[in-house]
Each structure stands twice: as structure tokens, then as C-alpha cells.
Antibody, heavy 119, light 108 residues
Framework: QVQLVQSGAEVKKPGASVKVSCKTS????????MHWVRQAPGQGLEWMAI????????TYAPRFQGRVTMARDTSTNTVYMEVTSLTSEDTAVYYC????????????WGQGALVTVSS | ETVMTQSPATLSVSPGERATLSCRAS??????LAWYQQKPGQAPRLLIF???TRATGIPARFSGSGSGTQFTLTISSLQSEDFAIYYC??????????FGQGTKVEIK
């Protein structure tokens, strides 16, 4: 069965960076595009980025362009997302999710990773 | 950006009753709409895609309808496990997927 297992919770100081990972299994890696979605405490869902598993090309939501980097490692079927210049407004649960084809709904989700930004 | 607006924000329903949730898109999205259920401390779970197709394993009491800009999720007879937050999502106008702000279904 499809599994997306994310890295653990992180606590970072303002201005720092954080890198979260999402290890996939149970499907052919190239068959699903991966997304990152975040959810601030008590808030709704916000789409951040997508990566093409075949060539590793990412696309970012305009508000995250320049501050978010998404990459994949085909040797371990893992996708990473790094967020730089963290502020308290980046405190959120970060989810990976997959869908196929690229312009599709999100069929499977990871368990989420809480990132807390606090001085 | 396609703005998704859900109503009501909170819906109070008794177990066994019917719940009707609405989602409106700021521009036409054809039938490219999904519904997700999220319980506290859990990731969202796909319920409905293509506006009206139930995802694998989703009970028949969940149904979706609509096209264009107006969509509805109906839960025909609420069970205790259905009390949660429900989000709609458009995937027509990508690469900028957008979600509604959610409807919380609570016990009356």
C-alpha cells in the first residue's frame, strides 16, 4: 500500500532554515507527483509546491517562490522541502501528498511534520 | 487565483441526521473538485474527487454534486466518526491548487 512517512517535529529560531523529508513506498515513484501543503495552528490548508518525480523539476506557489526549495532523491524515493528565513508565521504542520497526474487531486497524504518557529 | 468559499463555517447536526456542506469557486472549475475530511491530529483524507466520485473505501453515505462554480457534499446519516472538518479543493486551475477554509461538522 502507498505510504508517505515524514520526518519528525522541528523547533527552529527565527531566521533559520528547516528541511523536512517524505519517504515514499508502495508505489512506483515516477507515477505520482508530490506536493507540499501546510496548515498553521487552527487554520486551513495551503498548497506550497509540487515536484515532477521524473525530472525533479519543482513549481512553487508565488508566495513561497525564493524561500522554498523542493528536491527528490530517486535512490531512496524520498522528497525534501527546505524553507529558509523562517518567521513565526511559518509555524505549521507540513504535509506531503501525492497525486497523479500533475493536475490532480491529492490521493495519499503523509502524517505531517510540525515545525515550530520560536525565539 | 481561484478562491474557494465554504459555507457554513460550522454545522451542528445530530447523529443520524443529514448534513449538507457547500463550496463555491470564484471561477468555473468544471468538475475538478475534491473533498477531504480531517480529524484532530490527523492528515486530511480524500473523500470525493471529480465532484461526485467517492474515493476507495469511502462509505456510500457520502455523496458529492455540482459543477462549474457550485458544489455540495452531503452526508446522508451522520455517524459519530463523521464529526470532523471538511475541506473542498479545486484542481482545475493549476499549478495553484486552492482549498476552501473548511466546514466543521459538530455534534448538536
Amino acid at each position: 500500500q502507498v505510504q508517505l512517512v515524514q520526518s519528525g517535529a522541528e523547533v527552529k529560531k527565527p531566521g533559520a532554515s528547516v528541511k523536512v523529508s517524505c519517504k515514499t513506498s508502495g508505489y512506483t515513484f515516477n507515477n505520482y507527483y508530490m506536493h507540499w501543503v501546510r496548515q498553521a495552528p487552527g487554520q486551513g490548508l495551503e498548497w506550497m509546491a509540487i515536484i515532477n518525480p521524473r525530472d525533479g523539476s519543482p513549481t512553487y506557489a508565488p508566495r513561497f517562490q525564493g524561500r522554498v526549495t523542493m528536491a527528490r532523491d530517486t535512490s531512496t524515493n524520498t522528497v525534501y522541502m527546505e524553507v529558509t528565513s523562517l518567521t513565526s508565521e511559518d509555524t505549521a504542520v507540513y504535509y506531503c501528498a501525492v497525486g497523479a497526474p500533475p493536475g490532480d487531486y491529492f490521493e495519499y497524504w503523509g502524517q505531517g511534520a510540525l515545525v515550530t518557529v520560536s525565539s | 487565483e481561484t478562491v474557494m468559499t465554504q459555507s457554513p463555517a460550522t454545522l451542528s447536526v445530530s447523529p443520524g441526521e443529514r448534513a449538507t456542506l457547500s463550496c463555491r469557486a470564484s471561477q468555473s472549475i468544471s468538475s475538478n473538485l475534491a473533498w477531504y475530511q480531517q480529524k484532530p491530529g490527523q492528515a486530511p483524507r480524500l473523500l470525493i474527487f471529480a465532484a461526485s466520485t467517492r474515493a476507495t473505501g469511502i462509505p456510500a453515505r457520502f455523496s458529492g454534486s455540482g459543477s462549474g462554480t457550485q458544489f455540495t457534499l452531503t452526508i446522508s446519516s451522520l455517524q459519530s466518526e463523521d464529526f470532523a472538518i471538511y475541506y473542498c479543493q479545486q484542481y482545475n486551475n493549476w499549478p495553484l491548487w486552492t482549498f476552501g477554509q473548511g466546514t466543521k461538522v459538530e455534534i448538536k
